[in-house]
């Protein structure tokens, strides 16, 4: 099975790419960016889209909270206030991974 990490930025698309990730590779973990929504929402968002399916042995790590270069402009208009759509999810149990991504990445 190939091996993938997945950068993200978890909103209601990226919740997708991993139910698919997870389906097909082998995930080795989930990294969060800045993007869609605030940082720490994605990161709530990754966490708990993966005990939702049963993988909470997928590691999630922390990546940059802000671009490298422009400004950041989130879409809540597109993904809700909370990238979700809104939905009251529970809150994770998991919890994000003390290794930055960028280590991570480069040792995975």
């Known amino acids: ?3 993938v990490i997945l950068d993200s930025d978890t909103a209601s698309d990226d919740t997708i790419a991993i139910l698919l990730a997870s389906r097909y590779f082998q995930l080795l973990g ?6 869609n929504v605030n940082y720490n929402q994605e990161v709530k968002n990754a966490l708990f889209t993966l005990e939702y399916i049963g993988k909470q042995d997928v590691p999630v790590y922390l ?10 402009r ?6 809700g206030n909370n990238g979700m759509g809104d939905w ?9 991974e003390k290794e ?3 280590d991570a990445i480069l040792r995975l």
Do not use: C, F
């Not at 989930?30 to 993007?35: E, K, L, M, Q, S």
């Not at 989130?74 to 993904?79: A, D, F, I, N, S």
């Not at 009251?88 to 994000?96: G, I």
């Open 1 to 3: 099975m190939r091996k």
């Open 30 to 35: 989930v990294t969060i960016v800045a993007g």
């Open 63 to 72: 990546g940059s909270q802000r671009p490298i270069l422009g400004n950041w």
């Open 74 to 79: 989130t879409v809540e208009e597109v993904h």
């Open 88 to 96: 009251d999810y529970p809150e994770p149990t998991k919890r994000p």
């Open 100 to 102: 930055h991504a960028i």
